[in-house]
């Protein structure tokens, strides 16, 4: 989604140089627990994602596939929410509570 959403800007005018990217509280890397298959499909598209919880099990970090792939595109203005949503009581996490609930996200062109 991130390199179609950076070339969908770029089509539009925007330069990458210039594109602010900002991503929100997300499950870590070290809480993500995923099956090995998918931690594999997941590292062929993005090796940056590849990681292992704190558990010594296969895990997923989107946050750092994210940034990766900002990189590469030539997005210089990045940041990361620190905050994992697992471990964090104050954001919603279904991985943790098994409720639904709601996370929104937003792009824009200034």
Do not use: K, N
Not at 25 to 47: F, L
Not at 76 to 91: F, G, I, M, N
Request: proline share 6%.
């Amino acid at each position: 989604m991130v390199p179609a959403d950076v070339r969908a800007m770029t089509g539009l005018g925007a330069d990458p140089a210039r594109i602010v990217a900002r991503t929100g509280p997300a499950v870590c890397g070290r809480c993500y627990e995923v099956p090995e298959t998918m931690r594999a499909e997941v590292a062929a598209v993005e090796p940056a994602a590849h990681a292992e919880t704190g558990w010594g099990t296969p895990s997923v970090d989107v946050s750092a596939g994210v940034r990766a792939q900002l990189e590469r595109l030539g997005v210089r203005d990045r940041q990361q929410s620190p905050v994992c949503t697992l471990e964090s009581a104050d954001h919603f996490s279904y991985r943790r509570d098994r409720t639904t609930g709601r996370l929104a996200g937003y792009v824009w062109l200034d």
